[in-house]
């Protein structure tokens, strides 16, 4: 079965670039796409099609996926952004989600 | 806009089958390129996908979950249901329904979740 890798842990200090990836076979061939999930709340849609924002998520949050890895940047990252970050694509008609990354801003 | 809400015991006895409801408002589930998943999360750990269910009634399910599964929906409640038989104490997690965009290929719209847990 499809799998995707996500580091456990990522840690960034407020006003810096973070940098997530997300790791798995021959993913820039599919669509990846990201979401937000902070304590106690359901996940948000951050990123998707690899690199657009839905409507009302900061400019600060982009996104891009080639070869065998897709990549959340958060630029000028503030302290709201700290959560856990999860990475998904498609594969065979079935959902994969990658194993969620702790972003820390300290 | 359009919301989810999930519905369904909170408890569930080891070897019996839990069952959720989610309701749609604010548009109807017919509308749109949009499908209906489940994904449920246990506490402190990842999200994982359990399955989708179309608006005709034509479901995908996550291969290791497919013997104990069935999904249905019923367009004329505005609702999308998930059945998982013989439930053990591994299955206790927060479910969540989300719509998946066809053209997007992410889930756009989660529900607020609810707990599940599976206990005599």
């Known amino acids: 079965s499809y799998e995707l890798t996500q580091p456990p842990s990522v840690s960034v200090s407020p006003g810096q670039t973070a940098s997530i990836t997300c790791s798995g076979d021959?993913?820039?061939?599919?669509?990846a796409c990201w979401y937000q999930q902070k304590p106690g709340q359901s996940p948000v849609l951050v990123i998707y099609?690899?690199?657009k924002r839905p409507s009302g998520i900061p400019e600060r949050f982009s996104g891009s996926n080639s070869g065998n890895t897709a990549t959340l940047t958060i630029s000028g990252t503030q302290a709201m952004d700290e959560a856990d970050y999860y990475c998904?694509?498609?594969?065979?008609?079935?959902?994969?989600f990658g194993g969620g990354t702790k972003l820390t801003v300290l | 806009q359009v919301q989810l809400q999930e519905s369904g015991p909170g408890l569930v006895k080891p070897s019996q089958t839990l069952s959720l409801t989610c309701t749609v408002s604010?548009?109807?589930?017919?509308?749109?390129?949009?499908?209906w998943s489940w994904i449920r999360q246990p506490a402190g750990k990842g999200l994982e996908w359990i399955g989708r269910?179309?608006?005709?009634?034509?479901?995908n399910y996550k291969p290791s979950l497919k013997s104990r599964l069935t999904m249905s929906v019923d367009t004329s409640k505005n609702q999308f249901s998930l059945k998982l038989r013989s439930v053990t104490a591994a299955d206790t997690a927060v479910f969540y329904c989300?719509?998946?965009?066809?053209?997007?290929?992410?889930?756009?719209?989660w529900g607020q979740g609810t707990m599940v847990t599976v206990s005599s």
């Open positions: 099609q690899d690199r």
């Open positions: 021959k993913l820039g061939d599919k669509y």
């Open positions: 269910v179309y608006t005709s009634g034509n479901t």
């Open positions: 998904q694509a498609w594969d065979s008609g079935t959902v994969v």
């Open positions: 604010g548009g109807s589930i017919s509308s749109g390129s949009y499908y």
């Open positions: 989300a719509r998946e965009d066809s053209s997007g290929y992410a889930f756009d719209i």
